[in-house]
């Protein structure tokens, strides 16, 4: 208890930690506002939302070391617009694209999000090329659902892009920082097309999730390994730093 309401106070001060520790406590979520970050965003009642938070400000999965100021950012599997937020907060000057599947939870994260111009969100998957995708464990978690390819697309089905796609859309040159959280759809990710975008990639955070899809992290390893990365991790994620760029 003391080491969360530690947290807390450390990343949002006294006050503001202490009232978010209390409403996280008796359970009354919704709109939450910090003056200290300068950010405003609502927690849904009887979901993750709280674990995500926890994960993206508490425990600070993406506060890493980062020696250059990053002006174009890649949020894959932006859930409710948390991780977009904390860049937002932390690098003012980029411009953040987000995408995330599934309509409730883009629902939310436009709401958490509205108030940035340098945020753009789409209610798209990301695969290795312009594709349908379908949700195929529709009981899961809204933080934990697994996607497949179709051929046959109805009209539950979600758009794709690919990486190299938005990278030519926006017209970067390079993508400054990566991350990619996209429960087990990695596998496909990083197995074709990577030429498009991988090498041009400074900083990557990914989550694998063999436990969802066998066989992701050998696809991330073996593409990355193509390349000059060095690897280090935080929490859940894999880091990969492009030696390229150094």
Do not use: C
């Amino acid at each position: 208890m003391a080491s969360k309401i530690n947290k807390l106070v450390k990343e949002f001060g006294f006050v503001e930690g202490l009232v978010i520790y209390v409403r996280f406590k008796i359970n009354k979520l919704g709109w939450f506002s910090s003056k200290r970050k300068g950010i405003r965003f609502y927690l849904r009642p009887g979901s993750t939302d709280k674990s995500v938070f926890a994960s993206v400000f508490l425990q600070n999965q993406y506060d890493v070391p980062i020696h250059f100021e990053p002006k174009t950012i890649l949020d894959l599997g932006a859930n409710i617009g948390l991780s977009a937020l904390y860049f937002a907060e932390r690098f003012p000057n980029a411009r953040i694209i987000g995408l995330e599947p599934d309509k409730e939870n883009f629902e939310i994260a436009i709401r958490n999000t509205e108030a940035y111009s340098n945020i753009q969100l789409m209610n798209k998957g990301v695969w290795n090329k312009e594709a349908y995708i379908d949700i195929v464990d529709t009981n899961s978690r809204k933080d934990a659902f697994m996607v497949v390819e179709t051929d046959t697309p109805s009209i539950s089905s979600i758009e794709a892009v690919s990486i190299g796609h938005i990278k030519q859309q926006e017209n970067w040159d390079v993508i400054d920082i990566l991350k990619i959280d996209i429960e087990g759809s990695e596998k496909e990710l990083f197995a074709e097309n990577i030429e498009q975008w991988l090498p041009f990639a400074k900083l990557i955070f990914v989550e694998v999730h063999d436990n969802m899809r066998m066989g992701a992290s050998r696809s991330v390893f073996a593409a990355t390994s193509k390349y000059h990365f060095s690897f280090g991790m935080k929490d859940e994620n894999l880091i990969f730093t492009n030696e390229a760029f150094q």
